[in-house]
């Protein structure tokens, strides 16, 4: 051995839904914020919240933690997150609070969906429906399974610097979380974006995540609900801190702001 110490450090398992969730989530915030918009729009408390797209269903289990008579459902394809939020997510869970959450695996373009006060669709997922035929029929299911005082919630992002190949790295404590744009087609407003992540110590774990998807804007979304059978539309628009950035608040407007990159909510009534 060389006079130089070497300490090796022993790191866990590599778990992908740990690090998507500590880098793309807050679902306490976002629960509070589906709560008072439903209350602002509608003027009474909503009891009920689907998350369609739920994957590890996050949202769900922070949503029965806000009030105990407020029930979660949540709607997924694949048994695998599904699962994995079971046994980390559920099982922080009180059982009063996890009898209040609801998984169905299953396509959100199915029929026969559970109805909810607020049916909400977070991190773009929709986003994987490329043409306008399959992400109207998907606002009309979203709109027939709304209870009559319903609203719809849609995240979407935009902004000049999403239409150029580019890859952000952001630094946590022990990881860094990279997001990649590969690819943008102006023609098509297609997109390819990946997530990778670094563990300190280890080498770039590349493609964790691909998003194939195209990239909608807050007025085709808006023209989309009105055809789906939404009443009226709004749009939630993030606010800015001192520095210029997303201070994380997001507000009603009639108008926005030109910036490079920005994230907003599209929210329907029924
Ligand atoms: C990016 S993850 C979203 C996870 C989580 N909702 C979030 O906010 O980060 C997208 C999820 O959509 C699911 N998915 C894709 N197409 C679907 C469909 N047609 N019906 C139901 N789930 C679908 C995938 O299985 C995946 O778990």
């Known amino acids: 051995m060389s006079g130089a110490y070497s300490k090796k450090i022993k790191l866990k398992p590599f778990d992908k839904y740990d690090y998507y969730q500590k880098s793309v989530q807050s679902p306490d915030v976002d629960v509070e914020f589906l709560r008072d918009v439903y209350q602002e ?16 269903h996050l949202l769900c289990c922070e949503w029965v933690k806000l009030h105990r008579s407020f029930e979660a459902y949540g709607v997924d394809l ?27 695996q299953n396509n959100v373009l199915s029929k026969k969906l559970p109805r909810a006060d607020i049916i909400v669709a977070q991190n773009f997922s929709y986003f994987i429906f490329k043409t306008r035929k399959l992400l109207l029929k998907y606002l009309k299911r979203v709109h027939s399974t709304l209870e009559n005082q319903g609203i719809a919630v849609l995240d979407c992002f935009g902004g000049s610097q999403c239409m150029g190949a580019i890859e952000e790295e952001t630094a946590h404590k022990d990881f860094s979380y990279f997001w990649d744009q590969e690819f943008f087609d102006p023609i098509t407003n297609h997109g390819l974006f990946y997530i990778h992540f670094k563990r300190k110590g280890e080498k770039k774990r590349e493609r964790v995540f691909t998003y194939d998807w195209r990239m909608w804007s807050i007025p085709e979304i808006r023209e989309m609900m009105d055809e789906a059978g939404f009443s009226k539309t709004y749009v939630y628009w993030e606010g800015t801190d001192r520095n210029g950035d997303g201070d994380g608040k997001f507000v009603q407007v009639e108008t926005g702001e030109e910036c490079e990159s920005w994230v907003a909510y599209v929210v329907g009534e029924r």
């Open 41 to 56: 729009i509608r003027g009474k408390k909503p009891i009920s919240m689907r998350e369609d797209f739920c994957g590890t």
């Open 78 to 104: 694949d048994p695998e997150p599904i699962e994995y939020g079971m046994m980390h997510s559920q099982s922080q869970l009180s059982n009063h609070q996890r009898s209040r959450v609801h998984i169905v």
